[in-house]
């Protein structure tokens, strides 16, 4: 696999940077989680394949024993505010190897007058300018799911910026600092809103990909499921119509006429109401009609298609879980997808005795330095 023999320290955290040590993980990487002494559980449950050691990071021994790892290690991956590895001395400068690449992830980065300020998922859409595009039919501003910010403008974006700093370190044999701001991150992931105004030309919701297209959206069934709706191009949208038997519809408004979208909506509306979302998705079965059925979860797992591609794998509670991506060619059916969480502290003699004597181990777990 991609990242075999790269060591990954990940400063255990929540959401975007497990994640981020979680694709690294998926990618071949050894990935030890450092977790606090003392910890009988970590509520963030990304951590797959993952190793487990248990630090007092408040202890000089703890902090000392991290830059002992750090040495030895190609990657460190800091999820807190600016500043707080600097006050544990294990900032970038107190770390003696020059190979290690520095990857810090915080809400608005480690400078300017906000780098201290405490914020979640919504508050970096916000400042990000994201956010405003994405509104609810009354026009207010509605958040996803922290998916943008936190995984796809931050874990995402770290795990892309760590594996480029790789290759750069390949070709100078030098580590570096990557500094990420997650609200600057969501705007990076979002740069389709920027490069592609002129496809967003209307007020918020009022545009062909945010809820004001009829043709673009998701629509209740007759049994309180849901149908999502995207046929956008021309010979999409006729194959629709003649599926839905909304061709047959005197006087049917034009599709792009949007004097005539919220009647076109209504008229759509009605017809997905007339039956089940099962009778719909056999109607619109293997189709270029751009309609699929809003799927639960478990039922994208069971998915026919899904199951083909392997597209979730059961985890070691039997839980399903999405299969890493992108598939390559060179580790297909040679290289398991990883499985099991570590326990907090699991894997910390294991990973002491390659610096410390059994004697030296023994002392800091006696003195609670790790557990």
Request: overall charge neutral; some cysteine; glycine content about 8%.
């Given at each position: 696999?991609?990242?075999?023999?790269?060591?990954?320290?990940?400063?255990?955290?929540?959401?975007?940077?497990?994640?981020?040590?979680?694709?690294?993980?998926?990618?071949?990487?050894?990935?030890?989680?450092?977790?606090?002494?003392?910890?009988?559980?970590?509520?963030?449950?990304?951590?797959?394949?993952?190793?487990?050691?248990?630090?007092?990071?408040?202890?000089?021994?703890?902090?000392?024993?991290?830059?002992?790892?750090?040495?030895?290690?190609?990657?460190?991956?800091?999820?807190?505010?600016?500043?707080?590895?600097?006050?544990?001395?294990?900032?970038?400068?107190?770390?003696?190897?020059?190979?290690?690449?520095?990857?810090?992830?915080?809400?608005?980065?480690?400078?300017?007058?906000?780098?201290?300020?405490?914020?979640?998922?919504?508050?970096?859409?916000?400042?990000?300018?994201?956010?405003?595009?994405?509104?609810?039919?009354?026009?207010?501003?509605?958040?996803?799911?922290?998916l943008v910010a936190d995984f796809a403008g931050g874990g995402a974006m770290m795990a892309l910026g760590v594996t480029s700093a790789l290759i750069e370190r390949g070709n100078t044999g030098k580590g570096q600092v990557l500094d990420l701001a997650m609200s600057e991150g969501a705007a990076y992931a979002s740069g389709f809103l920027w490069s592609m105004k002129s496809l967003f030309p209307g007020t918020k919701g009022s545009n062909m990909l945010d809820g004001g297209a009829p043709f673009y959206g998701v629509y209740e069934t007759k049994d309180c499921r849901f149908m999502a709706l995207g046929a956008i191009e021309p010979q999409f949208y006729q194959v629709f119509l003649e599926?839905?038997?909304?061709?047959?519809?005197?006087?049917?408004?034009?599709?792009?006429?949007?004097?005539?979208?919220?009647?076109?909506?209504?008229?759509?509306a009605e017809k997905f109401l007339e039956k089940t979302q099962a009778e719909w998705t056999c109607i619109f079965h293997l189709t270029d009609a751009c309609v699929s059925p809003v799927m639960t979860a478990e039922e994208a797992?069971?998915?026919?298609?899904?199951?083909?591609?392997?597209?979730?794998?059961?985890?070691?509670?039997?839980?399903?879980?999405?299969?890493?991506?992108?598939?390559?060619?060179?580790?297909?059916?040679?290289?398991?997808v990883p499985i099991i969480q570590p326990k907090v502290g699991e894997h910390t003699v294991e990973i002491l005795s390659e610096l410390y004597s059994k004697r030296e181990v023994r002392s800091f777990l006696e003195n609670g330095i790790v557990s």
């Open positions: 696999m991609a990242l075999r023999k790269i060591r990954v320290l990940e400063l255990a955290g929540l959401a975007p940077v497990p994640y981020c040590g979680q694709v690294l993980a998926d990618l071949g990487a050894e990935v030890i989680r450092v977790d606090r002494a003392g910890s009988a559980f970590n509520i963030d449950q990304q951590s797959r394949g993952k190793k487990s050691i248990a630090l007092n990071m408040k202890d000089h021994s703890g902090q000392k024993i991290l830059r002992s790892l750090a040495r030895s290690s190609d990657v460190l991956l800091d999820p807190f505010r600016p500043g707080v590895m600097e006050r544990l001395n294990c900032g970038p400068e107190r770390i003696a190897n020059e190979r290690l690449i520095f990857a810090r992830l915080s809400g608005f980065g480690q400078t300017g007058p906000m780098r201290d300020v405490a914020g979640h998922d919504i508050n970096y859409l916000a400042q990000s300018g994201v956010l405003d595009s994405l509104r609810d039919s009354t026009g207010k501003p509605l958040p996803p799911i922290n599926k839905s038997k909304l061709g047959d519809v005197e006087g049917l408004p034009d599709q792009m006429d949007q004097t005539e979208w919220e009647n076109l909506r209504k008229i759509i797992a069971e998915n026919e298609h899904n199951k083909e591609r392997n597209s979730f794998v059961l985890d070691e509670h039997g839980e399903y879980f999405p299969h890493p991506v992108p598939r390559s060619s060179n580790s297909i059916g040679t290289d398991a």
